[in-house]
Nanobody
C-alpha cells in the first residue's frame, strides 16, 4: 500500500517556476514507477512526466519537454516535478501517481494517487 500527498502548487506568473513535491508512505515506494498527471475540469487525466525504478529513466510529454524535470529521492520517499517557464496553458490540477508498470502513459496503469495540487499561471 502506498499513500501519496502532493504539495507545492499555487499561483505564479507566466515565465515563473514551481516545484511540486509528492511525499509517499509505504515501504515499497522505491520499487514503483512514479508519474505526474494533470487534469483540466471535465477532462481525463493526462500524463506529464514519468520516472522509472530503479534506473530513474524519465519520459516527458511534448509540452513538458525542456521545461519540466521529474526526479525522485527514494531515501526521502519523495518525487518532484520542477516546472520552469510556466505558461497559462499549464494551469490544471496536478496529481502524483504510483504504479507497478514500466512506461505507463495512461491513468489506468497506476494504482495509487494523491489528492492533487492546483497550479495556476497568470498571463
Amino acid at each position: 500500500q502506498v499513500q501519496l500527498v502532493e504539495s507545492g502548487g499555487g499561483l505564479v506568473q507566466a515565465g515563473g517556476s514551481l516545484r511540486l513535491s509528492c511525499a509517499a508512505s509505504g515501504r515499497t515506494f522505491s520499487t514503483y514507477t512514479m508519474a505526474w498527471f494533470r487534469r483540466a475540469p471535465g477532462k481525463e487525466r493526462e500524463v506529464v512526466a514519468i520516472i522509472l525504478w530503479p534506473v530513474s529513466n524519465t519520459h516527458y510529454t511534448d509540452s513538458a519537454t525542456g521545461r519540466f524535470t521529474i526526479s525522485r529521492d527514494n531515501a526521502k520517499n519523495t518525487v518532484y516535478l520542477q516546472m520552469n517557464r510556466l505558461k497559462p496553458e499549464d494551469k490544471d490540477v496536478y496529481y502524483c501517481a504510483a504504479g507497478s508498470v514500466g512506461w505507463g502513459l495512461k491513468s489506468v496503469d497506476y494504482e495509487y494517487w494523491g489528492p492533487g495540487t492546483q497550479v495556476t499561471v497568470s498571463s
